[in-house]
């Protein structure tokens, strides 16, 4: 372990602190920029689409992990993004415009969703962002005129700046740069008074509003914030499905986004991180275990689904320490329903008292 | 720093359901005072606690702090108003640092604006060191340096405790609200606190209400002390005066006993 001696307030303002941490980071980010010179461009592709779900992930990790608010419709938002950028770019909006206003648009949709959410608790709130990622799914769909329905939309070519990005790695390029970004400005959200107010809304609400914390407003920026990345993640996915179906964002993507941040670890940006690797090797070793299984559960429709559900549940229950195990909020929230706001009055924290025996 | 303004409260009631937590209870609490308020458990000492920091709106009465009209406060302004306060039960972030804590009690004096802060822009880096430097004389004050770092799950419960009285003063409060600063803590970190609150009050000039069974340092602190029961008032005055009142003897001491 190595003992670290602060001499100025800018040393608790830095990221990385530790010696180890800076080596390690430098050497990742290295890895990540080399990356094209060592791997083929099918493989350079699913290391792009891991950073895009990483960005994903980072989204949905501001929200529920970082505020304690639940979304078990998140790929809706993931939906806005693909859809809204690639009917803008068809359109012959430029690139870069497409992209802000597509964040944009995005963000103010979350807002909305969050104004109604920031009045609901837990159970009731999963329930209505369910409804929401249902309701964006089915939109898609009917919407025919703009989005093409069922029978899908063509994402047209990357062109950035004038410049076509037709090659595997200048596509992965742009989405390393955008995922760098996210992270930094993540990371800078959560050393600053906007960040700070979220984690004190996901431990106490009672005291993040005694501190002078508009809970409701930094409800609702945490919905905007975290579907502005969702959605920019979006937008980068729809350049790597180039052909947008409205089934790519029902239930099962907001499950597996759900997925990453559990089983990556609640509570960090790494941990999203984390959970997108895991779930991009997840389909590898599904694929592997549909060979091994006998065909009667190999076979049957509806694994992955059931796959996705039962590791969620095993996260939860056991709540693994070593991947940044940080469930509470959200626990107390299911925990405690319907009776969360009652109960968060009285005297709970008796663990508190018990603490002074031992 | 703003100065300290007289906390008048008249006739102020709430029910729950039938149950008159708190019921025509009216006093005034001068600037630089200290004012303790005893009663038995669920006499609704907290209540009116929360019924000042706005998070329970009263069904009669009124709070004034100078001249502000509390009540046209919603809870989230009141720290504006120079109002702080701790709870009994303790309502730390669990999962955030010592340091983080203490920032978000920096939260009403810092602008939080997500496009600003997710680019952290040069103002808010010089935001940020400029309140850390605030927090830090709240650290040196109450000599919680070496939790600094950590995570409040890790902490004990005197250290806890410690943690959210400095949460507390990092808001710059001219009147502060203490929830039973001193329950579950051993005799030595009473002392402790007794010698904080001292300071808390001569050398910051906050006015403190506190809400404590412990009648030694009641008896210590305090220059006034009201006594409630079932929500109502029973008597107020110096410790000694309410000590010797034969209602509150029969309501409460007689329960202590
Ligand atoms: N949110 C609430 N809903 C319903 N009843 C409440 C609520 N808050 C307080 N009460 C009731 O008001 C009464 C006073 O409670 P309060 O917490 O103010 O007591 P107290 O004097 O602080 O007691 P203690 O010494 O145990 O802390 C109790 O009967 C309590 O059950
Ligand atoms: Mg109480």
């Known amino acids: 372990m190595q003992f670290l001696f602060k001499t100025a307030y800018t040393d608790d303002i830095r990221f990385l602190a530790r010696t180890g941490e800076k080596i390690r980071v430098a050497l990742v980010v290295i890895l990540l920029l080399a990356a094209p010179f060592m791997l083929q461009d099918y493989y350079l592709a699913e290391l792009g689409l891991l950073l895009v779900y990483a960005i994903a992930g980072i989204g949905l990790m ?297 | 720093m703003s100065v300290a303004k007289t906390l008048s409260v008249r006739n102020l009631s709430i029910e729950f359901g039938g149950v008159h937590a708190v019921e025509d209870i009216s006093f005034d609490v001068a600037p630089g005072e200290t004012f303790a308020i005893i009663g038995p458990n669920g006499a609704g000492k907290s209540t009116i606690f929360n019924l000042i920091s706005r998070l329970y709106t009263p069904t009669a009465g009124t709070m004034h702090y100078g001249e502000q009209d509390l009540l046209r406060l919603p809870a989230h302004k009141i720290v504006h108003a120079g109002i702080g306060r701790t709870f009994q039960n303790i309502e730390l972030f669990e999962h955030a640092t010592v340091l983080q804590n203490l920032m978000v009690g920096r939260h009403s004096h810092m602008r939080a604006n997500p496009f600003l802060n997710f680019a952290f822009l040069p103002g808010v880096r010089k935001s940020e060191i400029e309140h850390r430097r605030k927090v830090e004389d709240i650290i040196d004050f109450l000599e919680i340096a070496q939790y600094r770092e950590q995570k409040i799950s890790d902490l004990s419960y005197g250290a806890r405790k410690n943690v959210e009285l400095a949460r507390a003063l990092c808001t710059e409060p001219t009147l502060l609200l203490l929830d039973e600063p001193a329950s579950g803590l051993n005799n030595e970190e009473t002392d402790d606190v007794s010698f904080w609150l001292d300071d808390i009050k001569h050398d910051l000039g906050i006015t403190i209400v506190m809400v404590e069974h412990d009648m030694n340092l009641v008896g210590q602190v305090a220059d006034r002390v009201m006594a409630i029961n079932n929500g109502r008032l029973l008597a107020i005055g110096t410790p000694d005066e309410v000590r010797n009142d034969v209602e509150v003897q029969r309501a409460y001491l007689g329960v202590a006993a």
């Open chain 1, 62 to 358: 501001t929200l529920t992990g970082h505020t304690g608010l639940v979304s078990f419709g998140h790929a809706a938002f993931l939906g806005i993004g693909a859809y809204t950028h690639s009917i803008l770019l068809s359109k012959g909006v430029p690139f870069t415009i497409s992209l802000l206003i597509t964040v944009s648009f995005s963000a103010a949709v979350g807002m909305l969703i969050g104004r109604s959410a920031s009045k609901m608790f837990g159970f009731y709130m999963a329930i209505a962002t369910l409804a929401f990622g249902i309701l964006i799914e089915t939109v898609f769909g009917e919407w025919s005129s703009l989005t093409g329905g069922h029978q899908g939309l063509a994402v047209p070519d990357l062109i950035v700046f004038g410049l076509p990005l037709a090659k595997a790695w200048q596509q992965y390029y742009l989405d390393l740069v955008l995922t760098l970004l996210v992270i930094w400005g993540a990371s800078n959200l959560f050393r600053t008074p906007t960040g700070r107010s979220f984690l004190a809304v996901r431990d106490s609400e009672l005291s993040a509003r005694c501190l002078g914390v508009n809970v409701e407003w930094a409800k609702i920026q945490a919905f905007g914030v975290s579907a502005a990345i969702t959605g920019l993640a979006g937008a980068l996915l729809a350049h790597h499905l180039s052909y947008l179906v409205p089934e790519v964002f029902g239930v099962l993507e907001s499950l597996k986004l759900m997925l990453m941040i559990v089983v990556g670890g609640m509570g960090s940006i790494l941990g999203a991180v984390f959970g997108a690797i895991f779930v991009s090797i997840l389909p590898v070793a599904l694929s592997f275990l549909k060979d091994v299984l006998p065909a009667s559960i190999g076979q049957t429709a509806g694994l992955e689904p059931l796959l996705f559900g039962l590791i969620i549940v095993i996260v939860i229950v056991f709540e693994p320490l070593g991947i940044y195990g940080r469930w509470m909020k959200l626990r107390f929230f299911f925990e405690s329903f319907p009776y969360y706001r009652k109960s968060s009055y009285v005297r709970q924290k008796s663990y508190l008292k018990t603490d002074r025996m031992r």
